[in-house]
């Protein structure tokens, strides 16, 4: 108040409202009006690796499975992971896989 005043008078209305209960003010929505920046692009890039063929791709699957060591007595859970040029892979895990 001091610094408003500057040297002058400063009117001051004070009013008791201790015994009311407080009510937050309705703030009126207001829609965003800037705009999105997007990081990256859309979708991936996509590397291209020598074609396959299907018993390749089973062989390789097969070999990545053989290293899951899956415990048929314990509960399981199938994964499917999509890879960037479209393909699947579904892997059975225990619930206990990290």
């Known amino acids: 108040l001091r610094q408003r005043a500057r040297g002058g008078q400063v009117n001051l209305d004070m009013e008791d409202h201790r015994d009311e209960d407080f009510a937050k003010p309705k ?3 207001k829609a965003f009006e800037g705009e999105g920046q997007k ?3 859309a979708t ?4 291209s690796a020598p074609p396959t063929s299907q ?3 089973a062989a390789n699957e097969a070999q990545a499975s053989s290293f899951v060591s899956l415990d048929s007595s314990q ?3 199938n994964i499917q992971i ?3 040029d479209g393909g699947k892979l579904v892997q059975k895990f225990n619930h206990t896989h990290r």
């Open 27 to 29: 703030l009126a929505f």
């Open 39 to 41: 990081l990256g692009s």
């Open 44 to 47: 991936p890039e996509l590397v």
């Open 55 to 57: 018993q390749d791709q």
């Open 75 to 77: 509960p399981t859970t």
């Open 82 to 84: 999509r890879l960037a």
